[in-house]
């Protein structure tokens, strides 16, 4: 990767220069202990220290401003923290409403024992229909079979008149983004099935595509849309004036990104991480999955703020050409630490050589239905009140059937049978010391009637309305005669598929923008020539690759149902 890269990285400069006991001097120094450190120690360290830093200059494009704060008032820095603090809590009570659906959501799905309704006398059934998770799963096994092939997710066209050289960048464009997404990136099927089967459930998701320095490689990640926190009045994060993504993250990985320049040198103070405030969604998913927190020594966790917003910012304004400050606010990327107010990092974001300085927006969102704002719409929001009355009238059944098959009611206090406390078993004749009159008196048995007909009728007319919403194909297909015409039946299958199709466009619209937005960072920040090895065959591709001359495109067809 680029020298200034590498440069910041303590892998990279230990790697090429440092001498190996040099990450213990480092820990030294950390721990406040520098006095310590031995002439030629010091020496040493210098060296690193000025090779770490030689590119956080305040004029470098990718330098953390923060450092500087020469040249920006340090008070600022301090009302900045508690700024973003503020408008974070702003934005997360601007959509109350919305997690609160996302939590209806997962509860429809019946994976947690926390249920909606359902009766409160002892025995109550509590299941849940499993009308949603079934679309969810249908709809993951189909997508990610068309989206993510075996041979790779990534395909390229090329732009423009075709010729040799063109159809050789094409291809070797082609070969090294799924060889990216196979093996540099191993995480990255992992997140795009958790993405497919999350998207039909709440109807917005996101992929973050960004260069991570310190894994010295491009990646691309799913975000969990609960953590991804957008103001009330935003309809794209291109256009809103901020968005913020929520992460926490231990000591140990803040010192590795302090060390490597990524972060501002500030104290660390750890805080207890069960004190730390969870999302009502967070604590939802952690219920379904069975987890809950127990805090190990030094298992401390601290949660970021990385926020995308407009700043003027002090020192770092936007000047004309004859150097007068506009008073526009420019794109800006600030990290904080949320507990400890501080701030962590500054950096501009757009690109180096754009004179508009117009915002990069490394996020990908992704829509299962188009909704009438800036989130998508969902199975939760279309078919959420029939999975819930599917699972009410569900229950009803259930419930019925119980009292039907296991009669109750009511005992006269007079009655004195030993040993009829407990209940009968089945094939159990139990001899009782009172007589056969004395015995039928003392009970009075409740007229339960059985499982009601029209109950039965009921969920399985609810359970069709959802399974049309849902499979629109298979229902309207199903329709059809066996022995009807040909012609008929494909008409009712192109209709049917119109509903799935569309959805799948839209997923295909945002991988394409997802594959985009990777192509274009590894423009930015390969080597010139990579030269990169499959099985059976040694390859290359070269930085200059990722131009205008191809375009990458997903594998799967967009008209595909």
Same mark, same amino acid.
């Given at each position: 990767m680029r020298d200034k890269i590498v440069e910041r990285s303590i892998e990279g400069a230990v790697d090429q220069k440092e001498p190996p006991d040099i990450k213990g001097i480092i820990s030294i120094v950390k721990e406040g202990g520098k006095e310590l450190l031995t002439a030629e120690e010091y020496d040493e360290y210098s060296v690193y220290e000025n090779e770490i830093y030689s590119s956080q200059n305040p004029d470098d494009h990718n330098a953390n401003l923060a450092d500087h704060v020469e040249r920006i008032d340090n008070s600022y820095i301090n009302r900045l923290a508690n700024d973003i603090k503020e408008w974070v809590d702003n934005d997360l009570n601007s959509r109350k409403d919305w997690m609160a659906k996302e939590v209806r959501g997962i509860r429809l799905l019946g994976l947690s024992d926390k249920t909606i309704g359902g009766g409160s006398f002892k025995g109550a059934s509590k299941v849940t229909h499993p009308l949603l998770i079934e679309a969810c799963t249908q709809f993951q096994a189909r997508a990610i079979a068309e989206i993510w092939p075996s041979d790779g997710p990534v395909n390229t066209i090329i732009v423009g008149k075709i010729d040799d050289e063109k159809e050789q960048q094409a291809l070797r464009v082609k070969n090294y983004m799924n060889y990216q997404y196979g093996k540099q990136m191993p995480d990255a099927f992992e997140d795009e099935d958790k993405m497919l089967f999350r998207l039909p459930l709440s109807g917005s998701c996101f992929k973050k595509t960004f260069y991570n320095p310190m894994e010295d490689m491009v990646v691309s990640r799913?975000?969990?849309?609960?953590?991804?926190?957008? $103001?009330?009045?935003? !309809?794209?994060?291109?256009?809103?004036?901020?968005? !913020? /993504?929520?992460?926490?993250?231990?000591?140990? /990985? !803040?010192?590795?990104?302090?060390?490597?320049?990524?972060? =501002?040198?500030? $104290?660390?103070?750890? !805080?207890?991480?069960?004190n730390n405030e969870k999302t009502i969604v967070e604590e939802e998913i952690d219920d379904t999955q069975g987890k809950e927190f127990v805090q190990y020594e030094g298992d401390h966790l601290s949660t970021r703020y990385e926020c995308y917003c407009n700043l003027d910012l002090p020192g770092f304004e936007d000047i004309t050409e004859d150097g007068e400050v506009t008073g526009i606010s420019l794109p800006f990327v600030v990290t904080i630490d949320y507990d400890? /107010?501080?701030?962590?990092?500054?950096?501009?974001?757009?690109?180096?050589?754009?004179?508009?300085?117009?915002? =990069?927006?490394y996020y990908t969102h992704y829509r299962f239905l188009p909704g009438l704002g800036f989130y998508g719409y969902g199975l939760t929001h279309a078919i959420g009140g029939l999975a819930e009355s599917a699972t009410g009238a569900l229950r009803s059944l259930l419930d019925a059937a119980g009292f039907a098959n296991t009669k109750g009611g009511y005992k006269t206090r007079d009655a004195r049978i030993t040993g009829g406390d407990s209940p009968i078993g089945m094939g159990e004749w139990r001899e009782v010391d009172t007589t056969a009159d004395d015995l039928k008196s003392a009970f009075f048995a409740l007229p339960y009637d059985e499982p009601s007909k029209t109950m039965f009728e009921l969920l399985g007319m609810l359970d069709d309305l959802g399974r049309r919403f849902a499979s629109t194909t298979e229902a309207m297909v199903g329709e059809a005669s066996n022995n009807g015409p040909v012609g008929t039946t494909l008409a009712l299958i192109e209709q049917g598929s119109k509903v799935s199709s569309a959805i799948h466009k839209r997923l295909h619209h945002s991988t394409a923008h997802e594959f985009n937005l990777l192509a274009e960072l590894n423009g930015e920040y390969l080597p010139d020539d990579y030269p990169y090895s499959v099985p059976g065959k040694d390859l290359y591709i070269l930085s200059k690759d990722f131009d205008d001359r191809v375009d990458v495109i997903p594998i799967s067809d967009p008209n595909s149902i």
């Open positions: 799913f975000v969990e849309s609960s953590v991804m926190i957008v $103001p009330y009045a935003a !309809t794209s994060l291109k256009t809103a004036v901020r968005y !913020t /993504e929520k992460f926490d993250e231990s000591a140990n /990985e !803040t010192l590795k990104k302090m060390a490597a320049g990524i972060y =501002r040198d500030v $104290p660390i103070r750890t !805080t207890d991480y069960s400890n /107010e501080d701030v962590l990092a500054i950096r501009r974001n757009w690109k180096q050589h754009d004179r508009k300085k117009s915002r =990069r927006v």
